[in-house]
Structure formats: C-alpha cells, structure tokens
C-alpha cells in the first residue's frame, strides 16, 4: 500500500454527482472522515472561494470527481460551459490542493479523452495520437488538461496527484431523461413504460454498436483502490473489460425487468455513433482489482434506483 486512507480528512468533489456520491457511499467503508460541500456553500469554478474552502478544511486527501457534464446534446449546445467550467474547476482544485499540501489527488476522466478511431479496447497510451470525437471534443479536452496538470503537478512540485479514466458509468443517481441521458439508463426507462402498456421497445440506430459498461460502485471501488495502491504519472483505465451490443444489452434489460416477451424495434433514423467503445483494463487489474458487480446484477439495482428516483420525484 502507498498511500493509507484510516485518520484522514477525505474531501469529495462532485459528492452529488452519480460517480462522486457512490465514491462518498464508498468511503464510509474507510476509517476517514468524509468532507462535502455543496454548491449553494461553494462555487468550484471560483478560484479564491475554493482557495478559502480548502484552507479552513484542510482536507489531505482528494477525489475530484466534479465536473460539468452531460449527453451529447448538451455538449454542442453549451460547449463555452464544458470546456471553461471544467477547466475552472479543474485549476481551482488543484491549484488548491497544492496550496493547502493535500497528500494525494485522483483526479476522474473520461473515456471521451481518447482518439475517436483509437485502436480497441483502448489502451492508455492511446491518449493524443489522433482526433477526438467532435461531438465531445470541449469536455475531452478540458479532460486532457486535468490529466496534464496532474502530471505537471507531479513533475514540477513532485505531488503526488494520480489520474483514472472510467468507461460508461450506470447506477443509482443515473440521468434517466430520455433527451439527455446515455443508453442504459434510457433503456431502463423505455423498457419500464413499453412493459406497462405491452408496446415495443423502442433503440435508437441499428443496435449493432457495441459498449462497455461498469456499475458506478465498482468504479468508485476502483477509484479507492487506486488511491490506496497507485502512486504514478500515468493514467488508469477503469472498466469492465467486456462490451456488448446495443441489441443484446436492450434484451438484458427486458429479461431482467421481466419484459423478455417483448417486441424490439430500432430507429435508424439516430445516430449509432462510434461502432464500438472498449477499454482495455489490464493495468487495473494488473494492481489486483476486477469488477464485482456483473451486468445482470447492477441493472436490476439500477433499475430499483430508478423506480425509486421516480417515486421522490413524484
Ligand atoms: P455514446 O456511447 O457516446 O455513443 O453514447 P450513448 O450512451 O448515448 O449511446 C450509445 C449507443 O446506444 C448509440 O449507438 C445509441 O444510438 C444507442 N441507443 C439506443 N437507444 C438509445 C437511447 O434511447 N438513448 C441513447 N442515449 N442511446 C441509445
């Protein structure tokens, strides 16, 4: 082990996000004392209120998982807002982290950092060797930057600042909006409402392109693990290490929420985007972690997650 969590003060970035709040569930498995803030208390893209923040808390140790993200959408509509907040965010958090001498860092990314036609599963060393996907370029590249300042970081001021970079994230605390949200969740959604009126379940594309997915409580397990056991300037891949088609994951999704005699229709009229997007995770698993949840599993918990989201919002 490099780095001992038990006695420290933890602060999570991000604690509401999907990622940052099953990081904080899993770090009350952890003899640490868990720091949040909420947005109405700080702006994270304001520099000195982070500054003043992190002086009066003290926290040794980071799990930057805030940022400002969303669908694909939401990326072309406002790409002033995911390139600037993230590095706003971004440089205020580190640069305060620096200043208040926190211990160590992990700093959470994207698989939207790689080429658009990196060689599959994608491995780390991938990262700038050919064009982004235009449709995410402003999160990935204020994604990059994080990953560069953690390396400047390192190399400059020898801190000791780490970086993992997650594949497609699904789990309680989902975005289930069917305009805004990714695949699984909206799959769950469509699955729910096409079973209580028996219509057909509705894909977007052809179905054929295939995804790898991780349950979020893996990740942040992973996450954990890596702030534990990984002290180096390279980033880590964080994911299942499996991928699977459109097609296939719409009947998992039916089987589990007891839908399987259903009827699936596809709507080629939607873009089907990259033909395939698989990490490869051999790294992780070469510092001895593996996923725990299969994907049968975390959708029969995300769907209970679902049902009650629906339910307090009702
Ligand atoms: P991507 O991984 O960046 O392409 O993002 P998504 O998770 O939004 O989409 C993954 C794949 O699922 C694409 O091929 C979509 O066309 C397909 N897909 C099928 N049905 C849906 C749906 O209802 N919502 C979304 N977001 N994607 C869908």
Same mark, same amino acid.
């Given at each position: 082990?490099?780095?001992?969590?038990?006695?420290?003060?933890?602060?999570?970035?991000?604690?509401?996000?999907?990622?940052?709040?099953?990081?904080?569930?899993?770090?009350?498995?952890?003899?640490?004392?868990?720091?949040?803030?909420?947005?109405?208390?700080?702006?994270?893209?304001?520099?000195?209120?982070?500054?003043?923040?992190?002086?009066?808390?003290?926290?040794?140790?980071?799990?930057?998982?805030?940022?400002?993200?969303?669908?694909?959408?939401?990326?072309?509509?406002?790409?002033?807002?995911?390139?600037?907040?993230?590095?706003?965010?971004?440089?205020?958090?580190?640069?305060?982290?620096?200043?208040?001498?926190?211990?160590?860092?992990?700093?959470?990314?994207?698989?939207?950092?790689?080429?658009?036609?990196?060689?599959?599963?994608?491995?780390?060393?991938?990262?700038?060797?050919?064009?982004?996907?235009?449709?995410?370029?402003?999160?990935?590249?204020?994604?990059?930057?994080?990953?560069?300042?953690?390396?400047?970081?390192?190399?400059?001021?020898?801190?000791?600042?780490?970086?993992?970079?997650?594949?497609?994230?699904?789990?309680?605390?989902?975005?289930?909006?069917?305009?805004?949200?990714?695949?699984?969740?909206?799959?769950?959604?469509?699955?729910?409402?096409?079973?209580?009126?028996?219509?057909?379940?509705?894909?977007?594309?052809?179905?054929?392109?295939? @995804?790898?997915?991780?349950? $979020?409580? !893996?990740? *942040?397990?992973?996450? +954990?693990?890596?702030?534990?056991?990984?002290? #180096?300037?390279?980033?880590?891949?964080?994911?299942?290490?499996?991928?699977?088609?459109?097609?296939?994951?719409? @009947?998992?999704?039916?089987? $589990?929420? !007891?839908? *399987?005699?259903?009827? +699936?229709?596809?709507?080629?009229?939607?873009? #089907?985007?990259?033909?395939?997007?698989?990490?490869?995770?051999?790294?992780?698993?070469?510092?001895?972690?593996?996923?725990?949840?299969?994907?049968?599993?975390?959708? *029969?918990?995300?769907?209970?997650?679902?049902?009650?989201?629906?339910?307090?919002?009702?």
């Amino acid at each position: 082990m490099t780095y001992d969590l038990a006695g420290k003060r933890v602060w999570v970035a991000g604690h509401r996000g999907m990622v940052g709040g099953a990081i904080a569930r899993r770090l009350a498995d952890e003899q640490c004392e868990v720091l949040t803030v909420g947005r109405e208390t700080l702006d994270l893209t304001d520099q000195r209120a982070v500054l003043d923040w992190m002086r009066k808390e003290r926290p040794q140790a980071v799990f930057l998982a805030a940022a400002r993200v969303g669908g694909i959408l939401a990326n072309s509509t406002y790409p002033v807002d995911f390139l600037r907040d993230n590095l706003l965010i971004e440089t205020a958090i580190f640069t305060g982290a620096h200043d208040v001498g926190v211990e160590k860092l992990l700093f959470l990314g994207s698989s939207c950092i790689y080429p658009k036609f990196a060689p599959q599963p994608i491995q780390e060393d991938a990262l700038l060797t050919g064009e982004l996907e235009p449709t995410n370029e402003w999160y990935a590249i204020a994604k990059i930057a994080g990953i560069k300042l953690a390396q400047a970081y390192r190399q400059q001021y020898g801190c000791d600042y780490i970086s993992a970079m997650p594949t497609n994230l699904y789990g309680p605390g989902d975005n289930f909006d069917l305009n805004s949200s990714h695949v699984l969740p909206a799959l769950i959604r469509k699955v729910h409402e096409a079973r209580l009126i028996g219509a057909p379940v509705q894909v977007w594309g052809t179905g054929s392109p295939r @995804r790898e997915f991780l349950y $979020v409580d !893996d990740c *942040a397990d992973a996450c +954990v693990h890596l702030m534990k056991v990984y002290s #180096d300037k390279g980033h880590v891949n964080v994911g299942s290490g499996e991928d699977i088609s459109i097609m296939e994951l719409t @009947r998992l999704v039916m089987d $589990v929420l !007891d839908y *399987a005699r259903g009827e +699936v229709v596809t709507d080629p009229s939607k873009p #089907d985007g990259t033909p395939r997007k698989l990490m490869d995770n051999s790294r992780l698993r070469s510092f001895g972690w593996a996923p725990q949840v299969s994907l049968r599993e975390g959708v *029969a918990r995300a769907y209970a997650a679902f049902l009650d989201q629906a339910q307090s919002a009702a």
